[in-house]
């Protein structure tokens, strides 16, 4: 994965894309957050589990979602 320093900053490069499996909790859901919060970030995607049915912004289980600029989006596996 490239990367480049915009002023101190060190940033992903935004051509890449960053896939997060198997994250699990708060801890895996936060950095999925800064991750796409970060803008720098085209693509997240998270593989949720069971024990991902306690998220505020998703109660449904077990199937991937992709995290686009901040915001979530199903990717269409239950269709």
């Not at 801890?27 to 720098?40: H, R, V």
């Amino acid at each position: 994965m490239s990367q480049h320093n915009q002023g101190g900053k060190t940033s992903v490069n935004p051509q890449s894309t960053i896939l997060v499996l198997g994250t699990t909790g708060k801890a895996g859901a936060k950095t999925a957050q800064i991750l796409a919060e970060s803008g720098d970030v085209k693509v997240v995607a998270e593989f949720f589990t069971a024990t991902h049915n306690h998220y505020d912004y998703d109660k449904r289980t077990s199937y991937p979602s992709v995290i686009l600029s901040g915001g979530l989006r199903e990717i269409g596996v239950n269709q």
